[in-house]
Structure formats: C-alpha cells, structure tokens
C-alpha cells in the first residue's frame, strides 16, 4: 500500500534531522515540582489557612486561562494544529501542549498569547478578589510558563524553521 502511494506521488513521509537536545536534570524536575509546597506552607502562615484552598483552585483557573488561550490561537491558526496538542502531565509539562513536533513559530505564538493574556486576566480580576489568592493565581502562571519561556530563551539565535519536541526528560530540537 505504502509503495503504491510512493509511486503514485501522494505519500508524505517527514524525516527530521535532530540539531540539539537539551537534557532535564532530575535534581532541576524535583525541585521545580516542590516548589509549590514551601510556596503554599509561606502562604498558609503569611495569609491564613484559606490558602489551603486557594492554591488548588488557582491551579485550575490557571490551567483553563492556558487551555482556553492555547485552545483559541491554534483555533485561528488553522484545526491541523490543534490535532497536535493535547493536555499533558508529565515532567515539566503541565497543560496544553503539543504532543508531537511542533514549529517553532506556532509553539512561540501560543506561549507568548499564554504568557500576556494570562497576565492581563488576571490584572482585571485583582480588583474583585482577595490578596492571598491573586498571589496564588500569579505564582501558578509563572510556574506553568517557567519551562515554556525557557524553550523561547534557549531558542534565541536559531533559525525560525525548528521544529521543537517536548519529552518529558528533554526538549529536543530538529530542522526538516
């Protein structure tokens, strides 16, 4: 069957030519995911225990801002895209990401939309809700976008054709 389309000129076949993988170290991944108990354990002293309940609940606020974000760029950026991501806990990884190798400038675009738009929804909720939990929702965008903006960093200087696969002990990179 594979040969037939070979032949006929309608097989797509993509090989991609890694150029750099960068290694997640274990010691970086368990402290990046502790970081959230000290956090909650200043904000139950500092606050009171109703940070108990707001850190989960920021997690999700964060976690839907992200999704929706994420989920509405690559909605307008065409539905082949979408195909590609999906929500993911693994490693570093958490939320809705992409699945498969995805280029670099679709993967900038919905990060960078994250990174802003999550920052001014929860700039207009500031007035409506209290201190401790405005705290919580901002600790959990810059924890989820911490990796995220990393990936942008590292790729400065390269070209803009990448693609970028996210794993859950590295990110590797690759060029068509």
């Known amino acids: 069957m594979l040969e037939q389309q070979r032949e006929n ?7 991609y030519q890694l150029i750099r993988k960068f290694h997640i170290p274990q010691l970086l991944l368990l402290s990046y995911l502790l970081v959230p108990i000290p ?16 850190m989960p609940a920021a997690f999700l606020i964060v976690l ?34 992409p699945d498969h190798h995805m280029g670099y400038s679709v993967l900038q675009q919905v990060l960078l939309q994250s ?18 939990f405005t705290l919580a929702l901002l600790f959990w965008h810059f924890w989820f976008m911490a ?18 696969k996210l794993n859950p002990q590295d990110v590797s990179y690759y060029v068509q």
């Not at 000129?9 to 090989?15: D, F, L, S």
């Not at 956090?39 to 707001?54: K, Q």
């Not at 920052?119 to 007035?127: E, H, K, N, T, Y």
Request: glycine content about 8%; overall charge positive.
């Open 9 to 15: 000129g309608n097989a797509t076949i993509y090989q």
């Open 39 to 54: 956090v909650l354990l200043v904000g139950t002293f500092l606050f009171s225990w109703h940070a108990l309940f707001y």
């Open 64 to 97: 839907w801002i992200h999704f929706v974000v994420s989920h509405s760029v690559l909605l307008i950026r065409g539905p082949m895209y979408r195909k590609k991501w999906r929500l993911r806990f693994s490693g570093i990884w958490f939320g809705f990401l």
């Open 115 to 132: 990174l802003w738009i999550g920052f001014v929804f929860i700039g207009v909720l500031v007035a409506w809700l209290p201190l401790p």
């Open 147 to 164: 990796p995220r903006m990393s990936i942008l960093l590292s790729m400065r200087g390269q070209s803009k054709d990448v693609m970028i």
